[in-house]
């Protein structure tokens, strides 16, 4: 199927992703051609199936919610690009 | 010539004292300084001088966390993350007397790929002819196991990339049952279908490796609460009476030739030995690629967010706006294939798109496990091609997706379905590209796989071949 210069637009977006031009454009056509091979599943014949999300029959899995030992604030920003004091710093979020 | 021994030899020769650890350090060391520059198995050049081991060394891939040693999923956006502490399995390996290799396996970018071009560090050569493709994702794991330059490796497997690998390199590369190996402290790509595996020279090794790396972890909930077997114990040598099933949808036009003759040979090797084998049907398999790439996708655009440059790894510099920083950040940080993944992914999840692609794929994804369950009733494992083709050339696919995407046409559907399944060397093309045999089983029967496999590799000498380099 044909994907139009918008959805993809609005996709980058939604991803958080910056694309140039260029990658714009080959990316939309490379795109269309896998959706074009995934349409394939209209012909799947799914009518009374139910879905598979996850494959082993697990469900609600909880523990104790019980302190234990954790990462030393430190440690945990040892690989932050920008800290202050122990939190994480980001560029301003409220206007 | 130390780090041409499998592990267990190896294991052997230090328990009576014939060798000991630094000396097989040291020849791993001397075969990475004199192969690696061509065939760039590892991320980094190796540094003389620097190997100081404690135990028999196992390498890793580049997404499997490992505390204080650089873990970076080969991609500009996770350049010079140290993980604060090991995975699961790393924590197993060491507690058992196994010393991490302090260099990383080359990968595909977030295990996006086929053939290890996708690397920040750039790609893997095949030991066996350089121009070509190792496989991938894990690429740098089978082509190092395959050149000696590692004893054993851990991989990842999503769609194929332990056993697409494990096939063009030479190697054994099993993907175990979704649940039997713990991910965490795994770089998450499709959580469904991630699993952790070993990549070896032998079966043994594999089995070895499996009683190490398996079990329940409550840090992964979705580990199963299984008991581990000692599945060395499956290494005995004898089929007679296994059930096999040869797939008539993995047999189509497409296949190379050369690839179906030397598996059918494989196969006819399985009757000799006293396998039953007949043909099965896994009549939905035409879909597993597309499934895949929906759900896989998916998931992959969801896990992928948390890159953002807030916590870890690259930050584009002077930028002002949080949403802007996120998208500049990503925007460099991203290789092609993992833009085209996370967009792919989202936009099947998008308002409008849901229900027609990702609600759609996990319906038929039903129908492909359904096929598997059929035929394991009846079948104790299934044989296949591991991929359609033997090693293609480094640049072949790169410009079209869709036809790198379609090199995992045999292995997509063995995630889907969440069962486990290896690859062992089954012969060499007339080229001189080694070929790998798949052996299917349901889920939590890797005993099945390793008495097959077993009995196969002793019976024929393919696991003994190594490329000249």
Redesign the interface.
Known sequence: MA?SRE??E???????????EE?LKK?SG??A??LD??D???N???GN????????P?NN?L?EDSPKES?PAV??L?????KKNDF?A????IE | MLNKLTAHELLEKLEKKETTVNDIATALSSRIQEVDPRVRAYVRLAQPGQINQCGLPISIKDNICTEGLNTECCSKILEGFKPPYDATVIKKLKSAGIAIWPNKLNMDEFAFGSSTENSSFGPTHNPWNLECVPGGSSGGSAAAVAADEAIWALGSDTGGSIRQPAAFCGVVGLKPTYGRVSRYGLIAFASSLDQIGPLTKDVRDSALLMNIISGHDEKDSTSADIPVPDYTQALHGDIKGLKVGVPKEYFIEGMDPETRKIVDEAINKLKSLGAQVAPVSLPNSQYAVPVYYIIATAEASSNLARFDGDQYGLRKAGIQNLIESYKQTRGEGFGQEAKRRILLGTFALSHGYYDAYYLRALKVRTLIKNDFDKVFSEFDCIVAPTAPTPAFKIGEKSADPLSMYLSDIYTISVNLAGIPAISLPCGLTKSGLPIGLQILAKPFAEETIFRAAYAYEQSTEWHKLKPKL
């Open positions: 994907i959805t993809i609005y996709v980058a977006n939604l991803s958080r992703i910056q694309l140039s990658e990316i490379q795109l051609a896998i091979f995934i394939k599943l209209k799947a014949d799914i199936v139910s879905p598979t999300s996850h494959i082993l697990l899995i523990r990462l440690q945990a040892a690989n932050a690009p920008q994480y980001v560029p301003k979020v």
